[in-house]
RNA sequence: GCCGGUGUGGCGAAAUGGCAGACGCACAGGACUUAAAAUCCUGGGGCUAUAAAAAGCCGUGUGGGUUCGAGUCCCACCACCGGCACCA
């Protein structure tokens, strides 16, 4: 790579740092009750303080799955964020937690492991050097000693332990949060003291209904199928009918899987957004995957003298004020009446429509573009209100999946029922009436009732809100139906079949009657650990990997082990907590450790603290997935007084994606991908870190440009030069050919000589203050791309100087240290040994605070317009009044022939601010 | 289709309703140099005009509106990006 001459000798500064940050233990944080050693800089900042008498601020990063590919440019991006920020809080006084680690379960590694017949972990572990060795390179300030791994037993142990919680808990309705199961009410039939004497086949009911209640619990349902992976996939990681990894085809399958109980949580998930400052973007796409909507079941009875059980076909609708409108009915095809109901004549057709709907792929289903398929039972179905007979038919717009599987169709306000019914000739009635000049056909939108009226009930007239409530209370009234809310929002699919993810921490029994059942193992028994395998495959016949370990399998109490494993969701849903307390061997988190960072202890030093997590930085990829779940447990662990905030995160950011040079995603196939390593090796870190931030807002899709990077790369020059001596950096250059001992060579470049110990003067005061507050303000908002503009024009101007302030140029070096610590570093050191001045630790130096004094103004440019059009800018005292303003505007040569001739109908002065003439 | 975001120079971008384009890239001219690289200085939205200026007009996706004044607020569109998508 052809290069010109380096702007400083970044590639020593920087190595330099890393490791003496690293020896120093510069960026560790300490719990409550642990005492800081003295010459730690943390202590200096804060003589004689307890570390947990400090306000707090919890920064955190998403934490990384370690690829093989190693760091791209997106991950940076995120981490240099925080690490601004981190360091700036530090500056600012607090204590900042500021963690990493590593995401370390996942699909890649064990299919390498099944291609060369090695333990996942080796890869796992490779790649995790090399993910920390590049990160490292960044200088971010992470507190190290707190690393964690997902896959390290003493962190999956803490998961698996979770697992046990969320197992031997259920969800009370009563008090809206989870409890312990021992504390589950059972049904007066199966209360033990009422039937003391039948005892074990009374306690198999127990159990079943105890299980049927836990949070965690097993069910046979239809899940996808990944023939490809060789394992199930939960809703989520379907995409277009291929599977969100790999892009394999998924089929459904009927299968015995673990789920958690998320739903239950469904309605707090919901409501406590509004307690957290998260973008309205990402709080609109979690309220839209928990789906919520308000309705009413109403039940129809099944006119059809053959059942004579009064079964009803129970449906779910947001607009009950439609109901004299429904005209026919349509099932999901998996509804379970449909055998009962389909008289005898359509049965084969029915049957072979449910078989070729069976046989549709997930997209086939559900393409929009294709026209609505169905078919008629034979069978009908009353409608509650007016008794009158419809039909009911089966088709696959209906989702078996989705409130009751069971609609009524309303084929005048519903644009589905509208096609549908238009397509086989149902019939189509009005019931809304659209505000003039709107279509009824079809129409969806609040209107006024008509033509919904019986002896008993009459919504004509209403308006659509009115009429919801009023035919809401006859149903109830009637016992035909009552208010609901539905949501989209299903249970959590928690069982893969895989090889390297957190075994369950449950086994396998079999009752006295011959069905199996599972229990849980005690926690002293955990982690419970993956065993090593000859081979990772699934077994032929469909089992996961683990059961090939028929050693670690088969428990001599006769019990087996479970077999599947937890999704790579697990780890990351509770990894903020563990690097509160990331090696407490007793807990998953220590109380006190907890309650300081998470923000909820007394503390009459601190200033105002935010509850959980202050900032968590990370992809959009995530904005459902990783944050529900995380947010679902931290509910649980609430709930049972483990953790002591209600949310885990208060405020979260995305960052923006990083596109290729070309504007195109970042992509192997168009060759577009940048390496972080090769910035590094000829930009070096601090250029790369301030390049990340300066291609602007932080939540932007941007696209990559490393003439970008060179800018910034020249600033970092600037700034250098400004601070040296040509002359010994010249020296410098020509030893760094022939020396050996590279390291010693910094020492031979000097302080720039134009640098005194001098007063600022009051000019250099405003420019120095000027970028303070610039660089304050923007860094509260994390504006960095404008923060770093002002850090250049702080150095344009300064290169002007002839005599350099030394404590101005103090000052900027803290402004520029959370941007590009190194080079700050070196410039402190050597600006302090040069003048011999303190010389605490830069990253603790106290944040310099602007002086609004300073800024002020002798004389003010003040523009002149005429009719809102810029005439002229005329230079004015700074206090000067309204009415001198004014004058001086209208005496401007230039504003005259726009004035002249013309009636003065107004003229607006705003003082220090602008003139605006407005003539007629 | 629904929800959210974004549209400003050749490019990345900046602008509490008050001088549009800070800062940076690319570009052009100059200084230094035998020459180049690096560095430093200067210039710069478009159009009209001019020897050069001065000056004027137009300009923040499009069309309306509010206002003394709109990139910014309101209404209606268009384009692109992201999410959801037969959820009754």
């Not at 890869?123 to 590049?134: G, L, S, Y």
């Not at 159990?207 to 619990?217: C, F």
């Not at 009226?453 to 006859?474: D, H, M, Q």
């Amino acid at each position: 790579m052809a290069f010109g001459r380096r702007q400083y000798p970044f590639h020593l500064i920087e190595p330099k740092w890393q490791r003496q940050w690293d020896e120093q233990q510069a960026f560790r944080a300490w719990n409550p009750g642990e005492t800081v050693p003295a010459d730690h800089p943390l202590a200096q900042r804060h003589p004689n303080t307890k570390p947990e008498q400090l306000p707090k601020f919890y920064i955190l990063d998403m934490f990384p799955y370690p690829s093989g590919a190693g760091l791209h440019v997106g991950h940076p991006e995120g981490y240099t964020a925080t690490d601004i920020l981190a360091r700036y809080r530090r500056a600012c006084g607090y204590h900042v937690l500021h963690p990493m680690g590593w995401d370390a379960f996942g699909l890649p590694a064990e299919q390498y492991a099944i291609k060369t017949r090695q333990h996942p972990r080796k890869t796992t572990e490779q790649n995790v050097a090399t993910f920390k060795r590049q990160i490292k390179s960044l200088g971010f300030s992470y507190d190290w000693s707190r690393e964690v791994d997902t896959t390290d037993p003493k962190y999956f142990k803490w998961t698996q332990w979770i697992f046990l919680k969320l197992y031997n808990s259920w969800f009370n309705p009563a008090t809206n949060r989870a409890e312990p199961i021992e504390r589950l009410p059972y049904p007066a039939e199966l209360e033990s003291e009422a039937n003391a004497a039948a005892s074990a086949e009374l306690e198999t009911k127990r159990r079943a209904y105890r299980d049927s209640k836990r949070l965690a619990y097993v069910t046979e349902a239809p899940v996808w199928w990944c023939e490809g992976l060789g394992t199930v996939l939960a809703n989520e990681e379907v995409v277009d009918g291929k599977s969100e990894v790999g892009g394999f085809p998924v089929t459904r399958k009927p299968m015995r899987q673990w789920m958690l109980r998320i739903t239950a949580y469904a309605e707090r998930l919901l409501a406590d957004l509004e307690t957290i400052d998260w973008s309205d973007s990402l709080k609109e796409m979690q309220r839209n995957w928990i789906g919520r909507s308000e309705g009413a079941e109403v039940d129809f009875e099944i006119a059809d003298s053959r059942l004579t059980t009064g079964e009803r076909i129970r449906v779910f609708t947001t607009r009950p004020d439609t109901l004299f409108g429904a005209t026919y009915m349509v099932l999901a095809p998996e509804h379970k009446l449909v055998e009962r109901i389909t008289t005898a004549e359509r049965r084969s057709a029915v049957e072979a429509y449910r078989i070729e709907v069976a046989k549709k792929s997930d997209l086939e289903r559900t393409e929009l573009a294709k026209e609505k398929t169905g078919i008629f039972t034979g069978a009908h179905a009353i409608n509650p209100v007016n008794k009158e007979r419809i039909p009911i038919w089966i088709a696959d717009y209906v989702l078996i999946s989705y409130g009751t599987g069971a609609i009524m169709a309303v084929p005048g306000h519903d644009m589905r029922d509208f096609e549908f019914a238009t397509r086989f000739g149902l019939p189509i009635v009005e019931v809304v009436r659209p505000p003039a000049g709107n279509d009824w056909h079809g129409y969806v939108d609040d209107g006024t009732s008509v033509n919904s009226a019986s002896a008993e009930v009459s919504l004509n007239g209403l308006a659509t809100p009115e009429a919801k409530k009023k035919i809401t209370a006859w149903l109830e009234k009637k016992g035909l139906g009552k208010k609901t809310v539905n949501f989209k929002l299903r249970d959590w699919l928690f069982s893969r079949q895989r090889y390297w993810g957190e075994p369950f921490p449950i086994v396998w029994k079999t009752g006295s009657d011959g069905t199996p059942y599972h229990e849980a193992l005690p926690e002293a028994s955990l982690p419970v650990i993956p065993p090593p395998l000859d081979d990772y495959k699934p077994t032929p016949d469909g089992q996961p990997p683990l059961a090939r370990a028929k050693d670690w399998l088969n428990l001599p109490n006769g019990s087996k082990r479970e077999t599947n494993t937890m999704p790579q969701w697990a780890g990351s849903c509770w990894y903020y907590l563990r690097y509160l307390d990331a090696h407490n061997d007793g807990a998953y988190v220590g109380k006190n450790a907890e309650r300081y960072w998470m923000g909820t202890e007394e503390n009459p030093k601190s200033k105002k603290v935010t509850p959980g997590v202050d900032l968590y930085v990370g992809g959009t990829e995530h904005a459902v997935l990783h944050l529900l779940y995380a947010r679902f447990w931290h509910k649980v662990l609430f709930d049972l007084g483990q953790v002591s905030t209600a949310e885990p995160f208060y405020k979260l950011v995305n960052q923006g994606l990083i596109l290729g040079e070309d504007g195109q995603k970042m992509s192997k196939s168009r060759g577009n991908v940048i390496n972080p390593d090769d910035i590094l090796v000829e930009y070096g870190a601090d250029a790369f870190r301030l390049y990340e931030m300066f291609m602007g807002p932080l939540e932007m899709v941007k696209p990559w440009s490393t003439k970008g990077v060179e800018g910034v790369y020249r600033f970092l020059g600037r700034a250098w030069r400004l601070f040296v001596d040509e002359k010994s950096e010249t020296e410098f250059e020509q030893a760094e050919t022939t020396a050996e001992n590279r390291k010693e060579l910094l020492k031979l470049i000097q302080l720039n000589p134009a640098i005194k110990d001098t007063q600022p003067t009051p000019a250099q005061l405003k420019t120095l203050h000027a970028c303070i507050k610039k660089v304050t303000e923007d860094l509260d908002g994390m504006r960095f791309n404008t923060a770093i503009s002002a850090l250049m024009v702080f150095i344009n101007e300064a290169m002007t100087w002839e005599t350099k302030p030394a404590s101005a140029l103090r000052d900027f070096l803290i402004l520029l240290q959370p941007f590009s610590p190194h080079i700050a570093e070196e410039l402190w050191q050597k600006l302090n040994a040069a003048l011999n001045t303190s010389h605490s630790a830069l990253t603790y130096a106290a944040w310099p605070k602007f002086d609004p004094a300073l800024l002020v103004e002798d004389t003010l440019e003040i523009p002149v317009q005429v009719n809102g059009k810029l005439r002229d800018v005329i230079r004015v005292p700074a206090n000067a009044t309204p009415a001198e303003l004014e004058a001086a505007a209208r005496s401007s040569e230039k504003v005259k022939p726009f004035v002249e001739g013309k009636t003065i109908k107004k003229v607006i002065v705003l003082p220090r601010k602008l003139v605006n003439i407005a003539v007629g």
